[in-house]
C-alpha cells in the first residue's frame, strides 16, 4: 500500500493548478488493474446508475474526441519505476461546471459500475471534491 | 398494513436458492469458468445468494441458444407470440407478492411500489406488446398499375440487452416485451448489483418460452456486458445507464454497423408557476406530492425531478410546505407497506450519494433538509439508507447538473416564463421533466419548449404503456413503451413485385 496519493500533471494549456488527484487507495488499485488489464484511462461519466463516477477503462478502449477535456495525467508508477501514466477525461459539457473544482479520484467498497475495470474486484471508484484554491 | 417476512425466514413468500446459474437455451447452465459472486441485499448490507459470474465464453453459449431459437421464434404468427406475453403477463399477476418481495429484497425499494408500480407495471408492458404486435400493420404502395411495394415487418434476429439495477425486472420488461413481441431471439445481462429478480421471474415463466428464446446471462460489465455488446452476432445492442458506457458500447456498435438504443440519464427540472399556489385545495396537495416525488424510489429514477424550479411570488411557502410534507415522509424497513423510502441500491451508490451530499456543501448550496446517512437500527443498521435531502442553490451548481441518483433535491428559483425554460434547458439531458400550473396555456407551451422527451404536465412518475419514453440531447436515442418500440426491434423488408408481362425495354 503505498503511503501518498498521486497528483496529477497539468495538461490544459495555460494552467498552473493540477485538478485531478488519487488517495493513495487509488494508486494501489490501479497499478493492481494495470497489472491485469495493461494501460488504462480515465473517463468522467454522467447520467443515470453508475453515472457521475469515473470510469476506468483499458488505454485506448474508450475513443475520445475533441469535445472532451484531458483533465490531467496520473503516474502510478513506484519511486524510480517504469512510468505508468493514467489520463483522466471529461466531455468538454461536463468540465464546463466542474472546472471550478478540484477532484479527488477514492475508492469504496461497490458491486458494479457499467464496464469499468475494477468492479470484479468488489470496489469502486468515486469522486470526492473541493473548490480550486484559484476559485477560493 | 403488512410487514412481509425476510426472504428465507419462517412466514416468507420467497426463499431465494442458495446458488443461481446463468439461463441459457431453457436450462440453468453452470459458468465455464465456474466462478460467482455474491448478491446482496441493500435492506441489510447482507449476502443472499450467490450468481454466476459470467465471462465471455458464457455469452457464446447463449448467443448459439438464441441464434438456435430465433428462425423458428421469428416465424411464429404475431397470434401465437402474443399468446405467451399474455401467459406471461397471467403468471406475473398471479405471483404479484412475490416478485414485489423479491424485487424489494434485491433493490432496497419500499414494497408498496414494487406492489403498486413495478410488478403490476411489468405485466401490463407484457399485455400492451401482445396487442400492439397483433395490430401492427405492414404497409403496401401502388406504385401504378403493375407494380406494388410491399412492406414488412422481419424480426432483427439475436439481440442484446443490457439492463440497469433501479428497477431490475420493469426495465428488463420494458426491453424484453417488445423485443419478443417482435420475434427476436435475446441475449439479456441484468445489472450486477441485481442479478436474481430476474431468475425468480424465469423460475416462474421459463417454461412459456421455447428453448433459447431467451438467455439470462449474469456478470460484470467488463465480463459479460462486453463481450455481448461488441458480440459481431447480435443485430442490435439495447442498454441503460451513465453515458462513458454508452458511448463505449455505441462505438462497439458501429465497428458491427448495428443499431443502439441508449437511455442514459437526466437532471429532469420540476417546474411550478405561480399560480399552483392561488388555491390550498386538492390541486395544491398535489403538486406538494409532485415536488416530494424526487424521493420517490429513493431518487433512483432516470426521470428523477431532482431539479425542482419555483416561481418566485411562490418560493417561500411552497418551498416551506413542501420541506415539512419532505420531512413526514416514512423511511424504514422496505418490507413494510407503511415504508415509503427504503435503501439505496448498493455500498457504491450510498457513498456515491454522500459524496455529492458533501459537493454540495462545499459549493455553498444551503442545506434545508436532510443531508445524512440513515441508521435505522437492528438488522437493517447495515442497510444503505439516506435520508430525503433538499438543498437551495442555482442552475450553475454541480449538484444541479450532475444526476446523483439518490433522494438528493436541488431547488431554485425563477422569474418568468423564458427565465423558468432558460434554467429547465440548461443541462446536458433531457430525458424527464414536470410542469405543474392551473393555466392550459402556459403548461402546454411550457411542455413543448422543454428539451426533453417525457413533460408530464400536472403530475409526474407516471408510466404507462403506451406513452412512449427516451431522451432527447445526452439522454440518449431511442424509444421504448410505445408501439414505436417495436420497429426498433424489426427489419424492414421491401418487396417490389412487377405484376406486368412486358419488359422493361433496355437491354
Given at each position: 500500500m503505498p503511503e501518498t496519493g498521486v497528483t496529477a500533471t497539468i495538461t490544459i494549456p495555460g494552467e498552473t493548478i493540477p485538478r485531478v488527484e488519487l488517495t493513495a487507495v487509488a494508486v494501489d488499485l490501479l497499478r493492481s488493474l494495470w497489472d491485469e488489464h495493461g494501460p488504462l484511462m480515465f473517463h468522467q461519466s454522467g447520467g443515470c446508475c453508475d453515472g457521475?463516477?469515473?470510469?476506468?477503462?483499458?488505454?485506448?478502449?474508450?475513443?475520445?474526441?475533441?469535445?472532451?477535456?484531458?483533465?490531467?495525467?496520473?503516474?502510478?508508477?513506484?519511486?524510480?519505476?517504469?512510468?505508468?501514466?493514467?489520463?483522466?477525461?471529461?466531455?468538454?459539457?461536463?468540465?464546463?461546471?466542474?472546472?471550478?473544482?478540484?477532484?479527488?479520484?477514492?475508492?469504496?467498497?461497490?458491486?458494479?459500475?457499467?464496464?469499468?475495470?475494477?468492479?470484479?474486484?468488489?470496489?469502486?471508484?468515486?469522486l470526492r471534491s473541493r473548490l480550486m484554491e484559484s476559485f477560493e | 398494513m403488512t410487514v412481509y417476512s425476510n426472504p428465507g425466514t419462517p412466514g416468507a413468500l420467497v426463499t431465494f436458492k442458495p446458488r443461481y446459474e446463468n439461463w441459457i437455451g431453457g436450462e440453468w447452465v453452470k459458468p465455464v469458468k465456474g466462478q460467482y459472486f455474491e448478491d446482496i441485499s441493500p435492506v441489510n448490507g447482507?449476502?443472499?445468494?450467490?450468481?454466476?459470474?459470467?465471462?465471455?465464453?458464457?455469452?457464446?453459449?447463449?448467443?448459439?441458444?438464441?441464434?438456435?431459437?430465433?428462425?423458428?421464434?421469428?416465424?411464429?404468427?404475431s397470434t401465437e407470440r402474443a399468446?405467451?406475453?399474455?401467459?406471461?403477463?397471467?403468471?406475473?399477476?398471479?405471483?404479484?407478492?412475490?416478485?414485489?418481495?423479491?424485487?424489494?429484497?434485491?433493490?432496497?425499494?419500499?414494497?408498496?411500489?414494487?406492489?403498486?408500480?413495478?410488478?403490476?407495471?411489468?405485466?401490463?408492458?407484457?399485455?400492451?406488446?401482445?396487442?400492439?404486435?397483433?395490430?401492427?400493420?405492414?404497409?403496401?404502395?401502388?406504385?401504378?398499375?403493375?407494380?406494388?411495394?410491399?412492406?414488412?415487418?422481419?424480426?432483427?434476429?439475436?439481440?442484446?440487452?443490457?439492463?440497469?439495477?433501479?428497477?431490475?425486472?420493469?426495465?428488463?420488461?420494458?426491453?424484453?416485451?417488445?423485443?419478443?413481441?417482435?420475434?427476436?431471439?435475446?441475449?439479456?445481462?441484468?445489472?450486477?448489483?441485481?442479478?436474481?429478480?430476474?431468475?425468480?421471474?424465469?423460475?416462474?415463466?421459463?417454461?412459456?418460452?421455447?428453448?433459447?428464446?431467451?438467455?439470462?446471462?449474469?456478470?460484470?460489465?467488463?465480463e459479460a456486458g462486453k463481450p455481448l455488446a461488441s458480440s459481431s452476432r447480435i443485430r442490435k445492442i439495447a442498454f441503460t445507464g451513465e453515458t462513458s458506457t454508452g458511448r463505449l458500447i455505441m462505438q462497439y456498435a458501429s465497428a458491427n454497423i448495428i443499431p443502439s438504443t441508449m437511455e442514459l440519464g437526466g437532471k429532469s427540472p420540476n417546474i411550478f408557476f405561480s399560480d399552483v399556489a392561488q388555491e390550498k385545495d386538492a390541486f395544491y396537495d398535489k403538486a406538494q406530492e409532485g415536488f416530494v416525488l424526487f424521493a420517490f424510489n429513493q431518487g433512483e429514477v432516470c426521470t428523477a425531478p431532482s431539479r425542482a424550479l419555483l416561481q418566485k411570488p411562490i418560493y417561500d411557502d411552497f418551498l416551506s410546505d413542501a420541506v415539512e410534507r419532505t420531512r413526514t415522509v416514512i423511511q424504514g424497513n422496505p418490507l413494510d407497506t407503511a415504508t415509503q423510502v427504503g435503501a439505496q441500491s448498493s455500498n457504491d451508490q450510498l457513498e456515491k450519494i454522500l459524496s455529492y451530499i458533501d459537493i454540495g456543501k462545499k459549493e455553498g448550496a444551503t442545506l434545508a433538509l436532510g443531508g445524512e446517512r440513515v441508521d435505522l437500527g437492528g438488522d437493517l443498521s447495515g442497510g444503505y439508507y439516506v435520508e430525503p435531502t433538499i438543498f437551495e442553490g442555482h442552475n450553475k451548481m454541480g449538484l444541479f447538473q450532475e444526476e446523483i441518483f439518490g433522494p438528493v433535491l436541488a431547488v431554485t428559483s425563477f422569474t418568468d416564463y423564458d427565465d423558468a425554460i432558460s434554467i429547465a434547458?440548461?443541462?446536458?439531458?433531457?430525458?424527464?421533466?414536470?410542469?405543474?400550473?392551473?393555466?392550459?396555456?402556459?403548461?402546454?407551451?411550457?411542455?413543448r419548449d422543454i428539451q426533453a422527451g417525457r413533460v408530464w404536465v400536472n403530475n409526474y412518475h407516471a408510466y404507462p404503456a403506451g406513452a412512449s419514453f427516451g431522451g432527447y440531447k445526452s439522454s440518449g436515442i431511442g424509444r421504448e413503451n410505445n408501439k414505436l418500440a417495436l420497429t426498433a426491434y424489426q427489419q424492414t423488408k421491401n418487396l417490389l413485385v412487377s405484376y406486368s408481362e412486358n419488359k422493361l425495354g433496355f437491354f
Open positions: 457521475s463516477s469515473p470510469m476506468c477503462f483499458p488505454e485506448g478502449e474508450f475513443i475520445v474526441s475533441d469535445r472532451d477535456v484531458l483533465l490531467g495525467r496520473l503516474d502510478v508508477a513506484p519511486l524510480g519505476g517504469t512510468a505508468q501514466p493514467i489520463d483522466f477525461w471529461m466531455s468538454a459539457e461536463q468540465f464546463e461546471y466542474w472546472s471550478h473544482t478540484f477532484l479527488t479520484v477514492d475508492v469504496v467498497p461497490g458491486r458494479g459500475g457499467g464496464f469499468s475495470v475494477e468492479a470484479p474486484r468488489g470496489v469502486r471508484f468515486l | 447482507k449476502p443472499f445468494a450467490e450468481v454466476a459470474r459470467g465471462t465471455a465464453e458464457d455469452i457464446e453459449l447463449a448467443l448459439d441458444a438464441a441464434h438456435r431459437a430465433a428462425p423458428a421464434w421469428g416465424k411464429t404468427s399468446a405467451v406475453l399474455n401467459r406471461i403477463a397471467d403468471i406475473i399477476d398471479a405471483n404479484l407478492e412475490l416478485l414485489s418481495v423479491a424485487e424489494t429484497w434485491e433493490n432496497g425499494k419500499p414494497v408498496r411500489e414494487t406492489l403498486n408500480a413495478d410488478i403490476p407495471l411489468c405485466s401490463d408492458h407484457f399485455r400492451y406488446f401482445a396487442s400492439a404486435i397483433r395490430a401492427q400493420d405492414g404497409d403496401h404502395a401502388e406504385l401504378n398499375g403493375d407494380m406494388v411495394s410491399y412492406q414488412f415487418h422481419e424480426p432483427l434476429g439475436v439481440v442484446g440487452q443490457i439492463i440497469p439495477w433501479n428497477f431490475p425486472l420493469l426495465m428488463a420488461v420494458w426491453k424484453l416485451a417488445p423485443a419478443l413481441a417482435a420475434g427476436n431471439a435475446i441475449v439479456l445481462k441484468p445489472a450486477e448489483q441485481t442479478p436474481v429478480s430476474i431468475l425468480v421471474l424465469i423460475d416462474l415463466i421459463g417454461d412459456v418460452l421455447p428453448p433459447g428464446v431467451l438467455n439470462i446471462v449474469n456478470g460484470f460489465g467488463i434547458n440548461d443541462t446536458l439531458y433531457g430525458l424527464g421533466a414536470g410542469v405543474w400550473s392551473r393555466n392550459g396555456n402556459i403548461a402546454y407551451r411550457a411542455g
